[in-house]
């Protein structure tokens, strides 16, 4: 049978699982695709973890301990979470070993309700990184106007960092930009570059969702570019990494250690039944890239995926007409990509709020278990 993941990754695309859970990890799943899926790294988000949470009971026994103490709803989240990023990065860490920290990444994310507030995005940054306390640790910050400096500072710290919720080419720029920025004054602070890394993740299904729903407003004619944005909006930001990562400011970096800041598909799988569904995946392959994939989506390119040797550098001028008659057919690319940023950020911000409600709920089911426990082993009056 074809390999297909592993024929993906000697393309030069790393594999890695947009999913997390104390399940996963529980029952061995997680470093079972490490070792047979090619998956060299994890990625997680509040959606994630709220998932997690309320479809496991392995996470009992850990809050009922955190009832028993009588700590936050906030501090019991983050405890919970950092517990089985924690893991996974030790599931991922022979792949961390192997690449020299270029892959066997684990991303945990800054409470997305800081996503517009800089200083206490990097407080948390900082925090975080220190409770995981591993290496092989990426801390996910979002790619606002706010996380701009917030990404710099942090990676001024030492801190390796997943940009995160990145829609427009221009706002992907600045986030290399960004990148650069704190690496030279991580540098100058002290750090080794060569054991921090960063991935720019650029995301990709929910621009053609924003856009085909846009186009079904207009005429026919219009309705044939459906489909094709978010390819070809990926393709261009590819261009433009290649661009930054052979410029002189970034050599002068790569000299003193630095690796480069990785494109990585984000939402690749395809939200319409009727496209394809390892479109993002096939269409997407090239060289230096990460995909991470919810587990079906890893599944069905394992299945029937077609891996090509580069299907991203030679279609710049194809990207770049998808764009234009885009343009022309009256789609304000603008709208779309602050549309998509505003969306994502709410969307984290009410999973979040869904875990904490969920984490608050199962406090008080655990702390009420505890009490009636000791209530019937506490020795009678005598």
């Given at each position: ?6 024929e993906l ?10 999913d997390?859970?104390r399940?996963r ?10 070792r ?12 994630i973890f709220?998932?997690a ?5 392995e996470?009992?026994?850990q ?6 103490r ?8 983050r405890m919970i979470t950092?517990w089985d ?5 030790d ?9 020299d920290?270029?892959?066997?990444r ?5 409470d997305?309700?800081?996503?517009y ?6 407080a ?9 306390d591993r ?5 996910k910050?979002?790619?606002?106007k706010?996380?701009l400096?917030?990404?710099a ?8 960092v ?5 829609f427009?080419l ?5 986030v ?6 704190g690496?030279?004054q ?11 890394g960063?991935?720019?993740s ?9 856009i ?5 407003q207009l ?7 459906g489909g094709k944005a978010?390819i070809?909006n ?7 990494y ?10 002068a970096?790569a000299?003193?250690?630095a ?24 269409d ?12 079906p989506t890893?599944d ?6 077609e891996?090509?040797?580069?299907t ?5 001028a194809?990207a ?14 603008d709208?779309?990509?602050e ?7 709410e969307?984290?911000e ?21 009490g ?6 506490k020795p009678?009056?005598?």
């Amino acid at each position: 049978m074809t390999d297909r993941l592993a024929e993906l990754s000697a393309a030069g695309v790393a594999v890695w699982l947009d999913d997390l859970s104390r399940e996963r990890l529980a029952t061995g799943n997680l470093d079972q695709l490490r070792r047979e899926k090619s998956v060299v790294g994890v990625t997680t988000n509040p959606t994630i973890f709220a998932k997690a949470l309320a479809d496991s009971d392995e996470y009992d026994q850990q809050v009922r301990d955190l009832a028993v103490r009588g700590v936050t709803i906030e501090e019991a989240a983050r405890m919970i979470t950092t517990w089985d990023v924690r893991a996974a990065c030790d599931v991922m860490r022979p792949v961390y070993d192997s690449t020299d920290g270029r892959d066997g990444r684990v991303s945990i994310e800054v409470d997305p309700r800081l996503a517009y507030d800089t200083e206490r995005t990097v407080a948390e940054a900082k925090a975080l990184w220190w409770l995981v306390d591993r290496p092989n640790l990426f801390i996910k910050i979002p790619a606002t106007k706010e996380g701009l400096p917030a990404i710099a500072r942090t990676l001024a710290e030492g801190i390796s960092v997943n940009v995160t919720l990145i829609f427009s080419l221009e706002r992907y720029e600045a986030v290399m930009d960004a990148f650069l920025a704190g690496l030279k004054q991580a540098r100058a602070n002290g750090h080794d570059l060569s054991a921090m890394g960063s991935v720019g993740s650029f995301f990709v299904s929910r621009v053609d969702s924003e856009i085909d729903k846009r186009l079904e407003q207009l005429d026919g004619s219009a309705r044939q570019l459906g489909g094709k944005a978010a390819i070809a909006n990926a393709r261009l930001a590819y261009q433009r990494y290649q661009k930054v990562f052979s410029s002189d400011r970034w050599k002068a970096l790569a000299d003193a250690g630095a690796r480069p800041q990785r494109p990585l598909w984000a939402s690749t799988s395809t939200k319409n039944p009727q496209y394809r569904d390892v479109m993002y995946v096939e269409d997407l392959i090239a060289p230096g890239v990460v995909n991470t994939m919810p587990a079906p989506t890893i599944d069905a390119y394992a299945d029937h995926g077609e891996t090509q040797p580069d299907t991203v550098t030679g279609h710049y001028a194809d990207a770049q007409q998808v764009l234009d008659d885009l343009t022309a057919a009256g789609i304000d690319l603008d709208d779309v990509v602050e549309v998509l940023e505003r969306e994502g950020v709410e969307k984290f911000e009410a999973s979040w709020i869904e875990l904490l409600d969920s984490v608050q709920e199962q406090l008080k089911a655990a702390g009420a278990a505890a009490g009636h426990q000791e209530a019937a082993t506490k020795p009678a009056d005598t």
